[in-house]
């Protein structure tokens, strides 16, 4: 019961086990989360992806024990494309264009990873390294994300 719990979690509901795109419907997770996250203070929810970072380090590492995915970074986890969308998000408003703008920029990063985030995606071979790859991307979507809201 515990390992389907995770399991659940881990995959975003399960959305992680969509055959296509995994990533992609992991990242509307993230939107969903975000919505429910947009009208707290921005100390509340950089407080809430602390907690929501170190669980998700605590699950993958509970699943790699269990061996419940084949692959340290198997395509069905997605937790940490939640985590990277909504580790930039919060530092803005709710509005259908930074919304989608993120989301387009996020998974642009993610799915290519420039560098550093092929290194960290390539050499960190463990939970942190799985969930800071996301982290980086949204990093790179959040800068680009302030260049279109305050500079264009």
């Known amino acids: 019961m515990k390992n389907t719990i995770i399991e659940f ?3 975003g509901l399960y959305f992680g086990k969509i055959k296509y795109m995994p990533g992609t419907f992991g ?7 975000f919505q ?3 009208n707290n203070t921005l100390v509340d929810n950089i407080f809430f992806l602390i907690i929501l970072f170190f669980i998700a380090l605590l699950m993958l ?5 269990k061996n419940i995915f084949l692959d340290t970074d198997d395509k069905s986890i997605v937790i940490d494309e939640i985590l990277g969308y909504l580790a930039f998000m919060i ?5 259908i264009l930074n919304i989608t703008v993120g989301f387009i920029f996020f998974r642009f990063f993610d799915i290519l990873k420039p560098f550093p985030i092929y290194l960290i995606d390539k050499k960190i071979k ?3 390294g799985v969930m800071l790859d996301d982290i980086v991307a949204g990093l790179f979507a959040g800068i680009m994300l ?3 809201n305050y500079v264009v």
């Open 146 to 148: 302030l260049l279109i």
């Open 91 to 95: 530092f803005f408003e709710n509005t």
């Open 9 to 11: 979690l881990v995959t």
């Open 27 to 33: 990242t509307i997770i993230g939107v969903l989360v």
């Open 61 to 65: 590492n509970y699943c790699y024990k």
């Open 126 to 128: 463990n939970s942190f």
């Open 36 to 38: 429910l996250i947009s």
